[in-house]
């Protein structure tokens, strides 16, 4: 075979190998927290609650009754791909007073979403996700 059939053969594996990748390196689907079974589901730039897991501890309970966080509302939003299996965007979160098990108030964190090379474990600010479906 000659020389520059062969490269040119490599060159579209490699190319073709890296589009196939960025193809699968997406944060779509649903994301389960693994230490309380919180699930997220992605849809292009938005991740909402599926479900808050259990146990539900106290502090979260209270935010949910003052209606901070709801199932089907977002917990992610504006993703955007960074490159290299990470993202930006923001990532709601409630501050709490652990002592009492009050929710003192809710915001949008600015956050980095990271990708394992596999696409099935996202690092977040809140903990590490495991990609169910």
Known sequence: ??????????????????????QQATLNGVWERANDGRRITVSGNIG??????????PYDRDA???????????KWRNLRSTGNLTWSGQDFGIEYDR???????????????????????????????????
Request: glycine share 8%.
């Open 1 to 22: 075979m000659n020389k520059k059939l062969l490269m040119g053969l490599l060159l579209l594996t490699i190319v073709g190998l890296s589009a196939v990748f960025a």
């Open 48 to 57: 909402v609650w599926t479900t808050f897991g259990s146990p539900l501890a």
């Open 64 to 74: 949910i009754n003052k209606g901070w966080f709801k199932i089907g509302e977002p």
């Open 99 to 133: 002592r009492t098990n009050v929710a003192l108030r809710s915001q949008w964190n600015n956050a980095t979403f990271t990708l394992s090379a596999d696409g099935k474990t996202l690092q977040t600010m809140y903990g590490t996700y495991t990609r169910r479906h």
